[in-house]
């Protein structure tokens, strides 16, 4: 990885805290890798692939992103719907963009000069990943969380983003964390119209952006004109931890035992990263659990799965 003279994004580092979310500014709105034409020749690259996820924007908050793509199908090729995307009534996902060289390297210029502030306070950055996000007007991203830190950049349009704290037990509960880490299952993850009254609103446009934490619940409405948006993830040291306990966690739930809050009782949180870290060294790259590659994989990028 090379390091870039320039910043890209910019964030209150001085406050900057790992597992809370936090406005952003970046200077990519304008880049030529994350217009309309580039998009529609990425995915073409795609077609065909895990790479590319889609559905029509008949979808609501409360739609399991699980089955999204089968109940909301949408039948339009890439070409159609990013050309046509105001129109489209869709919502396209460009997975895993660092698997394309030319899109790695931009993951690298906009994540390697601010990647000492993070690892100041969260250290062992690992696992990039790129995810570009292209929707019609008036189109909602449904109520979800996520196995990654991510800082979500937008490029073209304006998105009401809803963030809720990754501690926050009542808008998405241990449980439902326990099995989306083993399994990335999402039915457990329920949307309630209620919860907008206790969620951080932040209403982006070009330039600006929103730093999300891992499994902070998040649910995106776009404006009245078509969204171009990428979203920058990656894992670390704690994310890794964290994750490895919920797997634990669920473990102990299947055998009817019922584990105490992770990060109630820090001696018990480190036997079970201890004992997840010796699960994983047993059973090898291919364990299951986890269900997330990051967990056994201490790769720089991530991969697709």
């Known amino acids: 990885m090379h390091a870039s003279k320039a910043a890209l994004i910019e964030m209150d580092w001085a406050n900057f805290d790992p597992w809370r979310m936090q406005s952003v500014r970046h200077g990519l709105a304008d880049h030529p ?25 008949s979808a609501g908050a409360d739609a399991n992103f699980d089955d999204v793509a089968r109940l909301y199908p949408n039948r339009r090729s ?11 009534k869709a919502w396209m996902l460009l997975r895993h963009v660092q698997a394309d060289p030319t899109y790695r390297a931009l993951i690298d210029q906009a994540l390697d000069p601010i990647k000492p502030h993070i690892e100041a306070k969260d250290p062992g950055m690992y696992y990039r990943a790129g995810w570009i996000f292209i929707a019609s007007p008036n189109t909602i991203t449904p ?28 808008v998405c509960s241990e449980h439902a964390r326990d099995c989306f880490h083993t399994r990335h299952e999402l039915d457990l993850v329920k949307w309630r119209e209620e919860y907008r009254e206790r969620a951080h609103v932040f209403e982006v446009s070009p330039g600006t952006g929103v730093y999300i934490p891992i499994t902070s619940p998040h649910m995106v409405e776009t404006g009245d004109e078509p969204s171009i948006t990428i979203s920058l993830t990656y894992s670390t040291h704690a994310t890794r931890r964290n994750a490895m306990e919920h797997v634990v966690h669920d473990m102990l739930r299947r055998k009817g035992i019922a584990p105490p ?27 299951r659990p986890p269900a997330c590659p990051s967990l056994s994989r201490h790769s720089d990028y991530a991969v697709a799965d």
């Open 78 to 88: 890439v070409t159609d719907t990013v050309q046509g995307i105001n129109e489209a």
């Open 261 to 287: 809050r992770i990060g109630s009782h820090p001696l018990l949180d480190s036997l079970t990263y201890l004992g997840a870290t010796a699960m994983i060294a047993m059973r090898g790259l291919g364990s």
């Open 143 to 170: 109520f979800h969380i996520d196995r990654n830190h991510g800082i979500l950049l937008q490029i073209h349009g304006t998105k009401k983003v809803y963030v809720w704290d990754a501690e926050d037990i009542d």
């Open 33 to 57: 890798l994350l217009q309309p034409d580039q998009l529609v020749a990425l995915g073409k690259r795609f077609q065909g692939s895990s790479h590319l996820f889609t559905f029509n924007n």
